[in-house]
C-alpha cells in the first residue's frame, strides 16, 4: 500500500468565514497539522460557478437531500421535504446566493490523507451537531432547523473536497494548472522520510 504525499484537497473559505474574521485561524487549523498551503486566493464566486462546483459529483444532490432528512428524522421531527432529490435542487439555489454574497478564499492543501485530514480538521455539515475540536463545531453553531427556517444554506465556513476524485475536478474548476506551486517544505523530513538523519550535530 502507499500513501501519496501529493494528495490535494480543494478548501473554500465560504463568505461567513471572511465575515467573522476567521481566515487566520482557519489557516493555522490546517497549517500546523503538517499539511502544505500550494494555491490560495480570494475572489467573488459567479452563480454559474456555485452550480457547476456542486454538480460535479452527479450523486451530490441525492446525497445531501439524504442527510438532511436523516438529520430531522434522528431528532424526532418531520423533515419539511422527503424527496432526497427535491431537496438537493433547493440546497444548490440556496448556495448559489450563500457563494456570491461576498468574497471567498479558494486554497489548495496537499499532503498524506489531506482529503481525509481536512475533514476532520472542518466537522460535519452542521456545525450544531459536529464535534467541538472541528472548526465548525468551534466557531459557528448553525443547524439545519435554523436554515430551513429561514429558507437558506447552513452557515459552516468551509467548504472542503469529500472524496480525492472530487478533490481533482475541484481543483481543476477553481485553479488553472499554472496556480498551484510546486515546493518544498523543510518539516517534510520530519514528517515523511523514513530515517530522520542531520538533526544532531
Ligand atoms: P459538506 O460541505 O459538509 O460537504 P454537503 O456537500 O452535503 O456538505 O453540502 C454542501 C453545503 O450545502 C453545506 O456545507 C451547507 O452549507 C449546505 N447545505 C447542506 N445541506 C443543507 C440543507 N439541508 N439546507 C441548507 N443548506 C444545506
Ligand atoms: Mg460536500
Same mark, same amino acid.
Given at each position: 500500500m502507499t500513501y501519496p504525499k501529493t494528495e490535494r484537497t480543494l478548501v473554500i473559505i465560504k463568505p461567513d468565514g471572511i465575515q467573522r474574521t476567521l481566515i487566520g485561524e482557519i489557516i493555522k487549523r490546517y497549517e500546523r497539522v503538517g499539511i502544505k498551503l500550494v494555491a490560495i486566493k480570494m475572489l467573488l464566486p459567479t452563480e454559474e460557478k456555485v452550480e457547476k462546483h456542486y454538480l460535479l459529483d452527479p450523486s451530490w444532490k441525492k446525497n445531501v437531500g439524504e442527510k438532511s432528512i436523516a438529520s430531522y428524522e434522528k431528532k424526532g421531527i418531520t423533515p419539511p421535504s422527503t424527496d432526497p432529490i427535491a431537496v438537493g435542487n433547493m440546497v444548490v439555489?440556496? *448556495?448559489?446566493? !450563500?457563494?456570491?454574497?461576498?468574497?471567498?478564499?479558494?486554497?489548495?492543501?496537499?499532503?498524506a490523507h489531506v482529503v481525509e485530514v481536512v475533514r476532520k480538521i472542518t466537522g460535519g455539515t452542521e456545525?450544531?451537531?459536529?464535534?467541538?475540536?472541528?472548526?465548525?463545531?468551534?466557531?459557528? *453553531?448553525?443547524? !439545519?432547523?435554523?436554515a430551513d427556517t429561514d429558507d437558506r444554506a447552513i452557515r459552516n465556513l468551509i467548504h472542503a473536497s469529500g472524496t480525492v476524485d472530487e478533490s481533482a475536478a475541484e481543483i481543476a474548476l477553481w485553479f488553472t494548472p499554472n496556480e498551484i506551486i510546486e515546493y518544498s517544505l523543510i518539516q517534510e523530513q520530519i514528517l515523511y522520510d523514513v530515517n530522520i538523519d542531520g538533526v544532531l550535530e
Open positions: 439555489e440556496k *448556495l448559489k446566493k !450563500y457563494f456570491t454574497c461576498g468574497p471567498v478564499i479558494a486554497m489548495v492543501w496537499e499532503g456545525p450544531r451537531s459536529t464535534d467541538v475540536g472541528t472548526i465548525r463545531g468551534d466557531f459557528v *453553531l448553525d443547524s !439545519y432547523i435554523m
